[in-house]
């Protein structure tokens, strides 16, 4: 154990009384619900819900792009997402114009990705669904992202997704643990998804974590991994492969960085990381630093490598980006044990057995 491992097992022990009021808060607000003395509201309308039961990455966005790609050439799709750590409030569509600063990280990655949808934010989505419904009538399915634990709206399908290294079923309340909801809410999903799962993931490792979850008659269970895809320049969009002699800045804002550090081991001849928090709001001063770091690197060939999150807080410097070799990682959902047939038609089949009802 490293010097700063020990000292953050310590913090977390140090506050486990924390961890356990809001585990209280948390189970008063879901008995609340559960017994109907709040009642969500709930739409004549298909729904998607993708959320996860603790802080940190589960995969949340690649899975939102998974549904965009499968849906888009047969339904008009929207998402909706809360915005986290735009500077502005409310409820608003993406336009033209639109930067991160307005509409979050991770909506402008889908803007930008998926200029055919429409992409919504609205903190409030009890507020934000009527809105967006009125905006575009023509609208067949909203994809919610990270919206399992706000319970205000009850949607027809909920996915929940659980880090196949983190498993909600042996983690505790924040910030002792991961958890931000219950590991009890996981019974509210429709279907869960283990997530970075290993690429040879054996068949008998994938009963034993089913055994884990112990999932409700019903509910089914879906294993993916990450598949990495050819960099691309930040502003030219040209593709640059990273090869076994490429040196590599790695700078990243992302909640869990290890499986991108992983998939670099492997791939590049050396890297290293310059790390931010999760969501961080780049500043000039930053990119100095990321130019000053860069420049130290030896190597004919080297170059800097962000995420598609962080790429859309840092196109802003669009000038001093011009000569840069700043590649983006693309990155996507891949089904193992060749189920994604029986997933694809699942969220279908709700959409026009929805319809159907409607």
């Known amino acids: ?122 903190e409030e989505r009890a507020i934000a669904i009527p809105q967006l419904l009125f905006d575009r009538p023509d609208t067949e399915v909203i994809i919610l992202d990270d919206a399992m634990q706000h319970r205000a709206v009850k949607a027809g399908l909920n996915i929940l997704l659980t880090d196949y290294n983190h498993l909600f079923t042996g983690d505790f309340f924040f910030p002792t643990g991961r958890l931000r909801d219950s590991r009890s809410s996981y019974k509210r999903a429709d279907m869960m998804v283990v997530t970075k799962c290993v690429e040879h993931l054996s068949r008998a490792e994938k009963e034993a974590i089913i055994a884990k979850i112990k999932p409700l008659a019903g509910q089914h269970i879906f294993f993916t991994g990450v ?29 869990n960085p290890e499986p991108l550090k992983e998939h670099l081991r492997k791939d590049c001849a050396h890297f290293e ?25 030896k190597g004919a060939e080297k170059i800097i490598l962000v995420t598609e999150k962080d790429a859309v807080r840092l196109v802003k410097f669009a000038d001093e980006l011009k000569d840069m070799p700043m590649y983006v990682q693309p990155i996507e959902t891949y089904f193992l044990f060749n189920e994604s047939r029986q997933f694809d038609y699942l969220i279908k089949n709700f959409i026009e057995s929805f319809k159907t009802i409607s």
């Open 227 to 255: 598949r990495y895809g050819m960099p691309y320049h930040i502003l030219s969009k040209n593709i640059k492969p990273v090869r076994k002699k490429t040196e590599v800045l790695l700078v990243c804002g992302i909640a």
């Open 1 to 122: 154990m490293n010097f700063n491992s020990f000292w953050l097992k310590i913090l977390r022990i140090l506050l486990f009384p924390v961890a356990v009021l809001y585990g209280i808060v948390i189970r008063i607000r879901n008995y609340l619900y559960d017994n109907e003395i709040f009642q969500p509201v709930e739409f004549n309308f298909p729904i998607i819900c993708i959320g996860n039961l603790s802080v940190g990455g589960t995969g949340k966005s690649p899975m939102v792009e998974y549904l965009v790609k499968l849906l888009m050439p047969h339904y008009k799709t929207a998402t909706l997402s809360r915005g986290y750590k735009r500077k502005t409030r409310g409820y608003a569509i993406a336009g033209t114009k639109a930067t991160a600063l307005d509409i979050g990280d991770e909506p402008m990655q889908f803007h930008l990705k998926f200029p055919e949808i429409t992409v919504a934010v609205g």
């Open 273 to 297: 990381t310059i790390y931010y928090r999760d969501h961080y709001i780049f500043t000039i001063d930053d990119l100095r630093e990321i130019k000053k770091k860069f420049a130290k690197i």
